[in-house]
């Protein structure tokens, strides 16, 4: 009777007694968008150029005497490269002379004659065929000194031509045909131009030639039509270079050309920028890292990397609704600035982002949001 008793107690305190509390739900960090903007960043490959480059070339056929300039160095316009010899040109010139005083002689002569004679012909001393033939004579003597004089003009040019000159302010690059060899003014290697005798290119300033997808081009058109986007005119539309050895260049670059049409080949759209040189710390021919800003993108919105995920489906990111459950809101996000993703489609103004605690929060379940805090940046 008495364990009948004891066995009655002990059902009546366990059904009396309560179940557990739930456990609160977990605490996860968020992060409230809002509206923002973002520059319109693209990274790029380029290529650098000379702001100006110009081929010496002999313009005559001679041997060459000389070289009268340091390789690499800088020279000016006008200044003396080489020189070819000038003998031949120089007897030419001498000939040349000797012709054209001799014509002139014989016209003074001629001149006089028929001047002579049209004096003559009203007293009838001589006849008119005699006039007519004096005044052909001196038209004819006073063309053969024209044509004496293009000539002389003619060989003075190619004697000039023997002393090389640089068309163009710049550095000098190597000698491409040493002393003694003969070059000429159209050799087949060159065409119909002269032989190569060095290069002089305006460093100062370079360019840098990339190119920019069509499709691009056509998207940001459409989406500045919509508002989505403000496209930096040419001349503001900058270019920061990146060195091979992952430096960053001092100075920026504008955007000073943008051609028109696309290339068949490649479906891009050239463009150049011009970049100061001051210090010739980089060279023509470099391929170069940029980063060119084209513009700003408008209402879009900023969220840290962590806490964009992606599956199958897409780009998504994890939200707290008002009644502190997890919401999935899927997103367009092609392109980050700094730590952030750029989200051009997806969210609304006040959404809470979870950025921590992500692993805690499942679609559907309770969390505790509460502020999200960047790290500080190390010292």
Known sequence: MKRWLVGMLIMAQAGCSKPPPPPPPPQVSVVKVDQSTAPLMLS???????????????RVSGVLLERSYAEGSTVRRGQLLFEIDPAYYRTVLNNDLAVLTEDQAAYAYDRVTAERDRKLLPVGSVSQQTVDDADATERTAAAKVKADKAAVDGAR?????????SPIAGTAGQQQV???????????????????LTTVQQIDSLYVNFTVSATDLVTWRQAQQHGQLALAQQNKTTVQVILPDGSTYG????VDFSDSVVNATTGAVNLR?????????????????????????TNVFLI??????RDTVGAFVLTVGQDGKVLRKDVTAAESYGNDWIVTHGLATGDQIIVSGL??????????PIAWQPAAAPR
Do not use: C, W
């Open 251 to 254: 100075a920026m670059g504008t």
């Open 304 to 309: 840290p990397q962590r806490s964009m995920q």
């Open 157 to 165: 040019i190619n004697l000039g031509y023997t002393k090389v000159t």
């Open 44 to 58: 790029l490959v380029g290529r650098l150029s000379a702001l100006l480059s110009a081929n010496v070339t002999a």
């Open 359 to 368: 692993q805690s929060a499942h679609e559907g379940g309770l969390v505790k």
């Open 273 to 297: 920028a011009l970049l100061p040189n001051p210090h010739h710390e980089i060279f023509p021919g470099m391929f170069v890292t940029l980063n060119v800003n084209f513009g700003e993108r």
């Open 178 to 196: 040493t002393q003694g060899a003969i070059v000429g003014s159209s050799t087949s290697d060159a065409g119909s131009g002269g032989t190569l």
